[in-house]
């Protein structure tokens, strides 16, 4: 759990700008590619539907196919609801899934956030109505420095640390466990421009597990494009990211390749004036999933509706309400 959060905390950060990333002052909330919320939120409902099917056989016989169509009506799977205060500050999320055999929504996951001085000072998490675990956030100097981490029962379980360079940009991410004892350790290299060049990957006993190297070119158009290459032993490649970054750092292209340079995916995106996500599609091998987004006169997304090859999959439909 501590390295996916590691690794979840450092692809934040290279997502939002493909140069050099302070530390962040608070830990960033992001639902599904982009929340967008603009204005006085007050909270969100998010409902996730998808289109009931209905199964048509054509033949009884042995052997016979069977034909699927999708149905009009659409079908409640998820519910998520988001509780903001007047300042902006996310204080509750809660996930519910539909549980068709009692004919409800049964919750599945909730994170309470606690502010002070308006930063987090901590969160609870639950799942299935039990708390999971909890997170307190420790700053030095009015930046993020620590994240205390504890179980279901309040027992101490670990720590995350972040630690920066001389010129305050993030440049250590560790993991320790109860014992604070070095769990696995992430170190981040930068040019003169203040730019990411470098992250290496390092266990327990700091040996070195992975390599990633950053390269980042500007186009004729003006457009930001960073190459990733992923490297489990020197000189030898494992694989490959690269990003296509607008002015206002939207991603316009991301591909993912393989050691021999396959493509495994590729995401194509369109940004309106606003740089809010309009249209995403992506293409894998099996599976092409586009998703197209609707906007109130906020500029936030209300609607959203994803394809899955071209056939219609989930729609989900935001409901918002705002502080006058």
Request: aromatic share 10%; charged share 30%; glycine share 4%.
């Amino acid at each position: 759990m501590i390295r996916k959060i590691t690794a979840f905390l450092f692809c934040l950060i290279i997502w939002m700008d493909a140069a050099a990333q302070s530390l962040v002052d608070t830990p960033v909330h992001i639902t599904s590619l982009s929340i967008n919320l603009a204005g006085k939120v007050d909270s969100v409902t998010e409902f996730v539907m998808e289109p009931s099917v209905l199964e048509v056989a054509s033949n009884q016989g042995v052997g016979s196919d069977t034909a699927y169509r999708p149905d009009t009506a659409l079908q409640l799977v998820e519910q998520r609801a988001l509780k903001y205060d007047e300042d902006g500050n996310l204080l509750m999320d809660v996930t519910a899934l539909w549980d068709s055999r009692k004919t409800q929504l049964q919750e599945v996951t909730a994170t309470r956030y606690a502010y002070h001085k308006g930063k987090v000072a901590y969160c609870i998490n639950r799942k299935d109505g039990s708390i999971a675990d909890s997170t307190v956030y420790v700053y030095t100097a009015g930046r993020l420095s620590m994240c205390e981490l504890y179980d279901e029962k309040g027992r101490y379980k670990g720590r995350r640390q972040f630690f920066t360079n001389r010129e305050k940009i993030l440049s250590t991410i560790s993991n320790k466990d109860a014992r604070l004892e070095l769990v696995d350790m992430t170190r981040l290299k930068y040019n003169e421009d203040r730019e990411l060049v470098e992250a290496t990957y390092h266990d327990k006993d700091q040996r070195l597990v992975m390599t990633k190297k950053y390269e980042v070119d500007i186009d004729s158009a003006g457009h930001k494009h960073v190459m990733i290459f992923e490297y489990a032993k020197p000189d030898t490649c494992t694989g490959m990211e690269s990003y296509l970054l607008d002015d206002m750092g939207n991603h316009l292209e991301d591909v993912t390749q393989d050691a021999r340079g396959n493509v495994l995916r590729l995401t194509k995106a369109a940004f309106n004036e606003y740089g809010h996500l309009v249209t995403k599609t992506s293409f894998m091998k099996d599976l092409d999933i586009a998703c197209y987004y609707e906007y109130d006169d906020h500029k936030n997304w209300t609607m959203k509706r994803i394809y899955h090859n071209g056939q219609p999959y989930r729609f989900v439909r935001r409901v918002i309400s705002y502080y006058e």
